[in-house]
């Protein structure tokens, strides 16, 4: 007969009345085993546990310890990770897709290859983590901490970055069509060869980016700073950057747009070509 996977040890909490009760610490998990048993494992220790491979449909792993945990190539849709802590997990190719990770802890996470389609990262600690070639589709990432994240290749179409910190991001070639940048902080950030057509960047904080050879066909920038952004072969086709601040003419002599591109009064850009 398996042992129950949250094992409790009880401690005695003072109260200023100088009555005492009992109160319960992080349960402790046991194996793999038995998290499928009871559908997860909220507020446990699970530290550095081997849980690669792991099946498990809407587990409950809210509140959980999950420091440096191997969760690669597990499948764990929907399940409920937040407020847990899972700096340096490995999930690897993990499905995640519609998991509930809000305010939990991921700095430096690998989440490469990994499917996040629908899931909600708002208002995470994801500081240098790795999402290189991670499904983010539709994933909610408001409010999240993304400083100095890998999202190189990343493919999330529709995503929310909205209110999002994201200075020194790698987005390099990444597909984020349609996607929500409002008031997101871009500086630095490196956007090269992205696909961002029909994305929002309203009052986004894009000073200094580099958005070389990117595709923002159709994306809206009223009120965006792009002061000092490097638009070097950058498409700008159908884009509206009337109301954007920062931009300069010699900035805009690097881009390409068309008929439809939208500008501050007394700049001019040039008709996209073939090769653009």
Known sequence: MPTRVCM???RPLILSAGLFLIAPPLAQS???????AERGCPKCKLSQAD??????EAANFAGARMIEADLKNASLPQANFAKASLHRAELEKANLAGANFARAIMRE???EKT????????????????LENATIAEANLAEADLRHTLLRRAAGTGANFSYTLMDQADLERAVLREANFTRARLTSADLDRADLSGSSFIDADLSKAHLSSANLSGAIFDGADLSGALLRRTRLSGADLSDADGL???Q???ACGDQDTRLPNRLTIKTCGADD
Request: aromatic residues 2%; proline residues 0%; without cysteine.
């Open 109 to 111: 996470v690998d989440l």
């Open 252 to 254: 805009v002599d690097m």
């Open 115 to 130: 499917d996040l389609t629908g899931a909600n990262l708002s208002q995470t600690d994801m500081r240098d983590a790795d």
């Open 30 to 36: 046991q194996s793999a085993e038995e998290i499928i």
């Open 248 to 250: 300069e003419q010699e």
């Open 51 to 56: 849980l690669r491979g792991l099946e498990l």
């Open 8 to 10: 409790r040890k009880w």
